[in-house]
């Protein structure tokens, strides 16, 4: 399992200090979402990449577009150079597959997630747009994933295995919820530790205010990496 942490603080100066303090760690990766690059642009990306060039670069876009559009924005990210993107599943297989084509030519592309069910939703929600329930669609969402070619999902942690059941023990779970170790779960729903993400066999826990938030995030950082 791999430590990805989430880059949410307010500006890039903040976001860039705390990555100045967590340099000495190779084996991390940095959640960008939507706010940072934004604001930020590719100009932050080449920022975090000078602080360690071994910092491996999550951009959390989440596409969502028609297969031709999906696939040329996918090609531009590819360009950036950042080890892994993700797209929403429900604009579907074809789009999904489009993209995966697009980054045939890439020897090195990044990895592809799939976003399943946005963990915001509650039951009663999601079934007005979706028409069915969270487990079964984000199963079936996962199923469409791999089918199409992609490396994995976004999901919580309850469903990591149920996924992997239904795909390939192989196919990559990111998990966010995390609390490491029982911290206050903020506004989360649902809320795992590290030694439960474990054993739901999750490749990747998402972790921002635990760790951001933290006195000493250098010293949680190193805490969760033991435990991996
Ligand atoms: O601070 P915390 O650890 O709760 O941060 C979780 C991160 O994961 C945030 O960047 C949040 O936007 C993101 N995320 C999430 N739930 C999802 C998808 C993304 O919490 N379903």
């Known amino acids: 399992m791999k430590l990805?942490?989430?880059?949410?603080?307010?500006?890039?100066?903040?976001?860039?200090?705390?990555?100045?303090?967590?340099?000495?760690?190779?084996?991390?990766?940095?959640?960008?979402?939507f706010r940072s690059y934004i604001r930020d642009g590719k100009e932050?990306?080449?920022?975090?990449?000078?602080?360690?060039?071994?910092?491996?670069?999550?951009?959390?876009?989440?596409?969502?577009?028609?297969?031709?559009?999906m696939a040329d924005a996918a090609e531009?990210?590819?360009n950036l150079g950042v080890q892994m993107f993700n797209v929403h599943a429900s604009a579907g297989k074809i789009a999904m597959q489009t993209v995966m084509q697009r980054l045939e030519k890439f020897p090195n592309r990044p990895l592809v997630l799939a976003v399943t069910a946005l963990t915001s939703f509650d039951e009663e929600n999601f079934a007005e747009i979706y028409n069915a329930d969270?487990?079964?669609?984000?199963?079936?969402?996962?199923?469409?994933?791999f089918e199409a070619g992609l490396d994995g999902v976004v999901c919580s942690t309850f469903e990591s295995?149920?996924?992997?059941?239904?795909?390939?023990p192989n196919f990559l779970t990111l998990c966010p919820g995390i609390r490491p170790f029982g911290e206050d779960s903020n506004d989360q729903q649902r809320v795992a530790d590290?030694?439960?993400?474990?054993?739901?066999?999750?490749d990747f826990a998402v972790v921002g205010r635990p760790i951001y938030k933290a006195s000493?995030?250098?010293?949680?950082?190193?805490?969760i990496l033991e435990t991996l």
């Open 134 to 145: 969270i487990k079964t669609k984000a199963a079936q969402f996962a199923k469409n994933s």
């Open 4 to 33: 990805c942490i989430a880059l949410d603080l307010e500006t890039k100066e903040q976001n860039l200090a705390l990555l100045e303090t967590l340099k000495n760690f190779d084996d991390i990766w940095i959640k960008v979402g």
């Open 194 to 202: 590290i030694k439960t993400a474990k054993e739901e066999a999750v």
């Open 161 to 168: 295995k149920l996924i992997k059941n239904a795909t390939n």
């Open 216 to 223: 000493n995030p250098n010293e949680i950082v190193a805490k």
């Open 76 to 78: 531009e990210i590819a």
């Open 44 to 69: 932050f990306l080449e920022q975090i990449k000078a602080i360690n060039p071994k910092f491996n670069i999550f951009l959390d876009l989440k596409l969502y577009d028609i297969p031709n559009t």
